[in-house]
């Protein structure tokens, strides 16, 4: 961190040395109150909006003027979300980074409990908390171990149904399934929308990789601390109510596209050398597969709503 960052820092030292980094599109009155649940447990709250058509950024503008605490950075196109993200990055202060959905809410306490787990384990890169749905439910995403292609297969098919004869030939790489532990758990990989992450590892790993425009960009990033030796930690006493797909909803194929386009890249980028290149086709034809038959079932959705609008 250079100068000019620590005399900032010193300026906020009545609040954590957080800078929560919003990546905003779309969200609608939930910027809102994700920036409200962030701001009195963080030095700094940034904003960065992928050029919102639907008013979130000007009804988050009108309930916190920006000031010293928030700030917001505006994008004349959608930049995806990892770009979003760096941009985020190059303007925080703060020794440790939040990325935090703007379809998330803070637990009161929460990013504090995140805080402490990092600052009590400096071998740790990143942290994460508990995900939870509006019934209080625990999401699937806040833990969960990497998708290599084979668990993706095994998912896929169902055969994580018979992890309890075969745990280690048919695990289940979501983890929401297993017994919630009372205290923080290292596991291979959390979620995007709710990532605490140490400056001095993310300077030292990179960036997040733009190549990605929305989804298993965190996957990415989490293969990479891993691989320079950073352990990453979930938190189970973070909660925090993720509005899972609110940004995203509007266009769903054009979402499915790129996370796809994402599973691909993923997968070409860590797993080509370890899995033989018919196999990896094999893969690659599932991918496209799979997305065919979700494109499909969003178009018959959508043109089911026109038919019965119009008898409407």
Known sequence: MDNNKDDEVNIYKDQPPVSVVIVNYNAGQFLTECVHSALPQACEVLVVDNSSTDGSLDLCVQRFPEGHRLKFIRNSVNLGFAAGCNLGIAQAIGAYVLFLN????????????????????????????LLINQDGTEQPGGRRAVPTPWRSFVRAFGLYRFSCYWPRLFFDFHLHKQALPDHPIEVEAISGALMLVRRKA?????????????????????????????????????????????????RPIFVEWHKHK?????????????????????????????????AIYHTTRHAGRLVTARRE
């Open 262 to 294: 994402g599973m691909m890249r993923f997968y070409r980028k860590f797993f080509r050398h370890q899995y033989p290149g018919a196999l990896m086709w094999l893969v690659a034809l599932g991918i496209w597969l799979r997305f065919g038959a979700v």
């Open 202 to 250: 993310f300077e030292e790993v990179g960036l997040w990789d733009e190549g990605y425009f929305l989804h298993c960009e965190d996957f990415d990033w989490c293969m990479r601390f891993s691989q320079r030796g950073w352990k990453i930690l979930f938190v189970p006493n973070a909660p925090v109510a993720h509005h899972k797909g609110i940004c995203s909803r509007s």
């Open 102 to 129: 703007p379809d998330c809410v803070l637990g009161a306490g929460s990013l504090q409990s995140m805080i402490q787990a990092l600052q009590a384990n400096p071998d740790v890169g990143i942290v994460g908390g």
